[in-house]
């Protein structure tokens, strides 16, 4: 709960204590596996401490400021993808509450909004409900969350036994502190993103292709980043329904986009910004970064504008390759594949925040790969960025962080090439 209510990001020490006591606490329930006997406590344990932190008000993301602002941009009637957020403070464009102080906490107001509109629905709601609370705001869209996460538990608890594996996995996910701290804690809306590529899967094991259908749609709504997932669906839906799922999922996107994506003036907005997420920002970056150090001994200067853009193009193109490599027609094999094409994604990306990690969380609960969850404790070394302001990065901490993962994957690796003896156990 001290994660929660009681420190602030800048506060690194404080935090990373915490979040190490918190982590270690998970590891002895993972280790030891008490059986299932002791399941529903742990995921009751789960469910009080998300329910806890719907009323702690966000102290290590400020993305709840711009939630608030496009929120009540479209409860005002007003497209979040039309114009920038200084627009609203000129004389005669004003919107009721939207302030000079809401204004002055946004991260990033010279961009346009980039959140899709499912998020952007939630964010509505906030808005309406509590239009002058910024915590009130805030509350609702963790009830939205909370929904979401359990959403995410009841199809754990469904998929795991269909994959052929134990329930207790499910914990990976569940009781891991960066998921209850980030999504919950924090308002990232994964969490939502995650419950609907989960429904999607269960219902694609089932051969309900049009529900799956509209189920990633809403995924990809919710975050735009399962798009990557879809080449993996090729082979697998070719021999069953493979134009209704299409058809359906693209008539979903469709639907779901078109309200706010409308003309070419919103669609530049939000493009324009989508493309300047790959020039401009860069945070606890692995390949970029390495990019970055030869740019500068290259030419003296930050070549983001060249690197990123163009680790973003290697990225799709060793994805499509991983995919057209695969000859496995199988639903059990498809978490391991969207894990490898979500790690690709993010070895290449200039900006990987600790709620990344989310989808590649829940993705090993399905495969033997352990290494997203040793990354989902060292990657909260980067919060050691948020001491100074305005921020600044210790690249020694993110080259340890990158080290330290690649070496439990290769650990890892070399395990799984050994001879497996038949286990019961998760």
């Not at 952007?120 to 309406?128: I, R």
């Not at 594949?337 to 200039?350: E, K, M, P, R, S």
């Amino acid at each position: 709960m001290y994660l929660g209510f009681g420190v602030d990001r800048s506060d690194f020490v404080s935090l990373f204590t915490a979040f190490t006591v918190a982590f270690l606490g998970y590891l002895v329930v993972l280790l030891v596996r008490g059986g299932s006997s002791q399941l529903p406590y742990w995921i009751g344990l789960g469910i009080a401490l998300r329910l806890v932190l719907i009323f702690a008000f966000p102290l290590l993301s400020d993305d709840v400021y711009r939630f608030i602002w496009d929120g009540r941009l479209v409860a005002a009637g007003e497209n979040p993808f039309v114009h920038l957020p200084a627009y609203y403070l000129e004389g005669g464009n004003g919107v009721p509450g939207l302030s000079r102080q809401l204004f002055e906490r946004l991260n990033s107001p010279e961009y346009h909004s980039i959140y899709p509109p499912l998020a952007q629905a939630v964010f509505t709601v906030a808005a309406w409900i509590s239009p002058q609370s910024w915590y009130g705001a805030a509350v609702v869209m963790k009830v939205f969350l909370l929904l979401a996460e359990l959403g995410s538990l009841a199809l754990l608890w469904q998929l795991l036994p269909a994959f052929g594996l134990p329930r207790f996995r499910l914990l990976y996910y569940w009781l891991n502190p960066l998921i209850i701290t980030e999504i919950v804690g924090n308002i990232h809306f994964e969490g939502m993103m995650i419950c609907f590529l989960l429904l999607s899967l269960r219902l694609l094991t089932r051969s309900r292709y049009g529900g799956a259908a509209g189920a990633m749609a809403c995924s990809i709504a919710s975050k735009l980043l399962p798009l990557m997932f879809l080449p993996f669906l090729l082979r697998r839906l070719w021999k069953r329904s493979f134009w209704v799922f299409f058809l359906t999922l693209g008539l979903g996107i469709v639907v779901l986009f078109l309200p706010l994506l409308a003309g070419s003036e919103v669609v530049g907005g939000f493009g324009g910004s989508l493309d300047l997420y790959f020039r401009k920002f860069e945070f606890n970056a692995s390949l970029y970064y390495l990019a970055r150090a030869y740019g500068y001994y290259e030419l003296g200067w930050n070549q983001i504008a060249r690197f990123g853009p163009l680790l973003a193009r290697v990225a799709a193109a060793l994805i499509f390759m991983v995919a057209l490599g695969d000859r496995t027609t199988d639903w059990r094999s498809l978490p391991g594949l969207w894990l490898a094409a979500f790690v690709i994604y993010l070895l290449c990306a200039t900006t990987v925040h600790p709620w990344y990690l989310s989808l590649p969380i829940v993705l090993c609960c399905f495969t033997r790969w352990r290494f997203p969850l040793a990354w989902s404790y060292l990657i909260m070394l980067t919060y050691t960025s948020y001491v100074a302001q305005p921020y600044r990065e210790n690249l020694w901490l993110v080259a340890i962080e990158y080290v330290l993962v690649l070496l439990f994957f290769l650990a890892e690796r070399h395990k799984k090439q050994r001879p497996v003896r038949i286990s019961h156990g998760p």
